[in-house]
């Protein structure tokens, strides 16, 4: 079975962030701009020609960051499941701002 079916549109997606982002008490369209502009929504994806090392998951969480989003939660996370993406990247955003993503952000700007 393809893990992707798990959210039949890009609509039940937002609905998992947005109901995540309510829990962190962070503005919905703020973690939304970073997920669109990191994954496109896409949550399986992630930088195969890296292996992965460049990010996987919504919010393109780097493996360095995984580790330590599992010392925070003292529990093993995984990047593709989105619920452990969501959280790791929303206690970034929580605790430290857009800080993660204005270094690799590029050109689009993720201010909200």
Not at 7 to 22: M, P
Request: proline residues 4%; hydrophobic residues 35%.
């Amino acid at each position: 079975m393809d893990p992707r079916s798990r959210f039949a549109s890009e609509t039940d997606i937002e609905w998992l962030i947005v109901a995540k982002v309510k829990e962190y008490g962070l503005r919905p369209s703020l973690a939304l701009k970073i997920i669109n502009n990191e994954s496109g929504f896409k949550w399986w994806i992630c930088h195969q020609q890296d292996q992965c090392e460049k990010g996987g998951g919504l919010f393109q969480v780097i493996p360095s960051t995984e580790i330590s989003c599992e010392t925070h939660f003292g529990r093993v996370m995984d990047m593709k499941i989105p619920e452990d993406n969501l959280d790791c990247g929303l206690w970034l955003l929580q605790t430290d701002g857009i800080r993660h993503w204005e270094t690799w952000s590029g050109p689009y700007n993720i201010k909200d």
